[in-house]
């Protein structure tokens, strides 16, 4: 799809309840930047259409969950944090 403004487009992918994974090819590094911090999406694909595996963490937002499973971001929702603090 071709178009002519690319805040529109961000726009468009962004208007879904969804927001598991997104894809998009650019030549541009400062597109690829700015675009990629605008999509409201877990995972996503620049220049690939392949983004899972071993190490990547594997997630999404919105009504596509929450939280990562794999890489070392899966354990995270396991765990609580507790801060110390001793007073010496």
């Not at 990629?36 to 997630?59: D, K």
């Amino acid at each position: 799809m071709k178009f002519d403004d690319e805040q529109q487009v961000i726009e468009q992918a962004n208007n879904t309840i969804y927001g598991l994974a997104s894809y998009f090819y650019s030549n541009d590094a400062a597109r690829i930047w700015r675009v990629s911090e605008q999509l409201e999406y877990g995972m996503v694909g620049i220049n690939t259409g392949l983004i899972s595996n071993e190490v990547a963490p594997f997630g999404g937002v919105k009504q596509s969950g929450l939280g990562r499973e794999g890489s070392e971001h899966g354990i995270e929702d396991y765990l609580e944090m507790k801060y110390l603090c001793q007073g010496l």
